[in-house]
């Protein structure tokens, strides 16, 4: 952790402590995990992770209105912004993930075919690595209270074989929830991407 990121750590654990009913009681643990997402993201992610449903609805309205609302009801929950359930994290594993970008400048509408992805834990952190594809998000996974994960990461392009750190090119730079469906599928949540949409859906089911 740098500087930067080590004062805005200290400072938030300050606020936390004097938070506690108004006595200087420590943050619990839990508290001090969820808010490492905070200090990693640059304060336009931050920004674009507060209007993720605005985001949401702003796309699905105008896909609507282009024509594509049959399409987008066949989704079902998939794209209803408030069909999250009670969260359970999601295991490691090799996972099978489909994107569909929502809104836009270009096509309103779009549905991919399935790719092969990975949840893993490397060095305490759980990850969110995209195996195939011309665009692939790749980061971490952040606690964030008992609800979801933030994603943090970057978009890896064609036959490049290594990602930009997150922070290094913020064309590249990626934030997004990770909330939970039914009792196998999860969605990824990228409000504002750089390229093409106005959000990017990522489900994400068991691999077979």
Same mark, same amino acid.
């Given at each position: 952790?740098? *500087?930067?990121?080590?004062? *805005? +750590?200290?400072?938030?654990? /300050?606020?936390?402590? @004097?938070?506690?009913?108004?006595?200087? =009681?420590?943050?619990?643990? @839990? @508290?001090?995990?969820?808010?490492?997402? &905070?200090? =990693?993201? %640059?304060?336009?992610?931050?920004?674009?992770?507060?209007?993720?449903?605005?985001? +949401?609805?702003?796309?699905?309205?105008?896909?609507?209105?282009?024509?594509? *609302?049959?399409?987008?009801?066949?989704?079902? @929950?998939?794209?209803?912004? $408030?069909?999250?359930?009670? +969260?359970?994290?999601?295991?490691?594993?090799?996972?099978?993930?489909? %994107?569909?970008? /929502?809104?836009?400048?270009?096509?309103?509408?779009?549905?991919?075919?399935?790719?092969?992805?990975?949840?893993?834990?490397?060095?305490?952190?759980?990850?969110? %690595?995209?195996?195939?594809?011309? =665009?692939?998000?790749?980061?971490?996974?952040?606690?964030?209270? $008992? %609800?979801?994960?933030?994603?943090?990461?970057?978009?890896?392009?064609?036959?490049?074989?290594?990602?930009? &750190?997150?922070?290094?090119?913020?064309?590249?730079?990626?934030? *997004?929830?990770?909330?939970?469906?039914?009792?196998?599928?999860?969605?990824?949540?990228?409000?504002?991407?750089? +390229?093409?949409?106005?959000?990017?859906?990522?489900?994400?089911?068991?691999?077979?």
């Amino acid at each position: 952790m740098d *500087g930067a990121m080590m004062i *805005g +750590f200290l400072a938030f654990a /300050v606020a936390c402590s @004097a938070a506690q009913d108004g006595e200087n =009681q420590p943050c619990t643990n @839990a @508290a001090l995990a969820g808010s490492e997402w &905070r200090v =990693q993201a %640059t304060e336009d992610d931050r920004d674009r992770l507060r209007r993720w449903r605005s985001a +949401f609805v702003e796309g699905l309205t105008q896909a609507r209105a282009e024509g594509h *609302g049959a399409a987008i009801a066949a989704e079902g @929950a998939l794209l209803d912004p $408030d069909a999250a359930i009670p +969260f359970v994290d999601i295991p490691p594993g090799d996972y099978r993930c489909r %994107t569909l970008k /929502v809104g836009g400048a270009y096509l309103s509408y779009v549905a991919y075919p399935y790719f092969n992805c990975r949840i893993h834990k490397a060095d305490g952190k759980m990850h969110f %690595t995209t195996l195939d594809g011309s =665009q692939r998000p790749i980061g971490i996974l952040y606690p964030d209270g $008992d %609800t979801r994960r933030i994603f943090l990461g970057t978009l890896q392009l064609g036959d490049e074989q290594r990602s930009f &750190r997150y922070g290094d090119d913020r064309e590249r730079d990626m934030a *997004g929830i990770l909330d939970r469906l039914d009792e196998r599928r999860w969605r990824l949540l990228l409000p504002y991407p750089r +390229f093409e949409s106005t959000i990017d859906v990522i489900e994400i089911v068991p691999g077979e």
